[in-house]
DNA sequence: CTGAAAGCGCTTACAG
DNA sequence: CTGAAAGCGCTTACAG
C-alpha cells in the first residue's frame, strides 16, 4: 500500500488536482510547487494505483495504426491473432491495420503515410530495413513499436526472436541426428536478409559437421523455386539433412516426398506445412518463435505507454524459440 | 461497457445495494425483488466491472495455505518462486507454506489439520493418492487446488502438467537419435507413482525400438541409488540411450562419467543435475513441464476465486511440456 | 428485507 | 497557477 495523492496534497498543502499535474508533468504549476510535491512523493516512495487510474482511464480510446507484410504469408497469422486478442482484452484500443504484400518499401512508405493520417497514437510495423523507412519513422511523433523484425530507428520497443538462437537449436537437433557429422544443406529465403543469415550463422556455431560439409542456397521465400532447388540439389549432392531456415517449406518437402527420398529436414515456425511435416515423420522439428506472443505483447507495451504512460522495462522483447516435436500438442503460447 | 449495477438498481427501483446483494447471494432479499433483479441483469447481459470490483476490495486479506513435499527436492524450487512472486502481484494474499520431506502419509494429514488451524481460506497442495488424503481434502470447506499431482478429490482445479505426453516428446527425441531403433534404459522413481508410469507409457508408444528393447528399472528418487543402479546397467546390458524419467539424475549422470561411457541421455526438468548434463554434451534433450507457471497459475486460480469468485475455465490446468536443448537460453516462463 | 451514504484512489472539467 | 467538486463502478457498514 504505497501513499495515495490524498495524502500528498495534505503533505504539500496543496489540492488533489495540482499533484495530479506534477505525476503526469501536465505543466502549469508554480515551480517551487512541483519541487515541494515531487520531494514528498519521493520520499513517500508513492507509486499510482493502477487500479484507481483505470476505472477513470478506461473509457479513453486509442486507435493504434499495424503495419504488417502478412499478405501471402501465413506466418503472420499468428501475429494478427496476437494482436487482436489483446486489444480486445483492454476494450479501449481501435485498430487500423494495413496488410502489405511482400517487402516492397515504397509500399510501405506509402502504408506510413496514409496511416498517420488516420489520427493514430501509436504505430506497430514489421519494418524494412532502408534509410527511407527508418527517416519516415523517426519523423513520426508518435510511439513505434518495431515487431517481428528489427531496424535502427527510434522506438519504443522492439518486440521479436533471437534468430542466431533458433539456428544454434537447429544445430543442436542436427548433431542429436548426425553424431557424426555430415553434409547439411541449408535453406533461406535470401542472403540479404538479417534473420535468415543469423540462423546459419547460429546453426554453423553449434553443428558439428565433422568431415561433411555444411551448404546455404536461397529460395527467395518462394515454394516454386524452394521445389526446383531441392531436387537440383539432391541431384547433385549427397545431403544427410535439409534445414529450412525460412519460408518456402511446402515447396521443399514437396520435392522430398516426390524423389522418395528419406532425408531428415529441421524447419522453423507453424505454417501447415512445417505441421505436416512433422506429422508425417520427415521433419524431425521446427523451431518456432512464438509468433502470437510477438502480437500481444506489442499490444501489452503500447496500452502500457497509452494508458500508463510507462515504457516496458526493456527495449528489445525477445520471445522465447520454442522447439516443436512429432508428438508436441500444439498450443498456442498467450 | 456493459450495464452497470447503478443503472440496474434504477431499472428494477431497488437500491445498489439490494443489486449488490443478489449478484453475490448475500441472501436477505425478498423472492420476487431478486427475480426482477435477476432478470434485468439477464437481459442486458450485466458484467461485473473488473476494475471497480478490485479498487474496492483489493484492500481484503486472504490466507492461502500450501503444503507442498519439496524439502529436498530442487524441483520444487521453481514453484515456489512461481507461488511467491505471483501473490506478491496482487498484495492481499498471505502464503502460509508448509514445505514437507518426502511423501509420508501421515506427515500429510498432519499438515492439513495443522494448516486449517490458520484460519486460511483456499488450500494449495501437492497430494499424496491415498484414501485417507482424499477423506480429509473433501472435509474441508475452503476451496483446494492440486498442484503438480492430482488426485481424485473436490478441488477448485487441478494444475500441473502431462506426464504421458512428456513421455513421448521423450520418445521423439528418441527416434532422432537412434533412427534404427535400438536398447533404452529407463530410469524412474517408482512404479507406484502415477506420473512415472504414465511417462515410461508415453515413451513406449513412440520410441520405435525395432529390434532393440525397452527395460524400465526404479531409483526411489535416490542419487545413490541412481548411481549403483546405472553402473549395474551398463555392466551388464548393452544399452544405446539412457531416459531418466523423474529425480536421481545426478547420480545417473555420474554414473556414466565415471565409466567414460559416451551412452546419450534424456532427462526431465530443470535441475541443476540436468542442466549440466546438457551444457557437457551428454544430454542430448530434457524435457521439462513449466514448474515456475504451475506455482503462479494456482495462485492466480485462487485470487480469482476468492476476490472475484470466479471458477477456472477448466478443472485441468495443464502446464505445456518444453524440450530443453544445449543452447537453450534458460527462461522461466512467467 | 431495504435504502442512503460514504469511500476505494484516481482524473476531469470548471471556475477563478 | 490552483482548488473544489464530481465521477469512474463497485462494496461496505449503518440505520431502519
Redesign the pocket.
Known sequence: ??????KIAELA?????????V??NR????????ERVKAIMKKYN????R???A???S??RYSVGVIINSIGNEFFDSILEGLVYEKQKYNNIDLIIKELKGYDENDQLKAIEEIVNEDIQALIITPINTENIINALNKLDIPVVTMNNDIEVDKLAFVGCDYYNSGQLSGDIANIALPNGGNVAIVVGSFNLRGHVERINGFKEVFKAQNGKIKTFENQDDDNISYDLVKEIVKNKKIDLFYFAAAGIAGGLKALEELKSNIPVITVDETKAAREGLLNGRTLATITQQPYKQGSRAIQIIQNYLVYNTKPENKENITGNKIQLRHMRFVVDK
Open positions: 500500500m504505497s501513499i495515495t495523492i490524498k498543502n496543496v489540492s488533489r488536482g495540482t499533484v495530479d499535474r505525476i503526469h505543466g502549469g504549476v508554480n515551480e517551487e510547487t512541483s508513492y507509486k499510482s494505483n487500479i484507481a487510474q476505472l477513470v482511464t473509457k479513453k
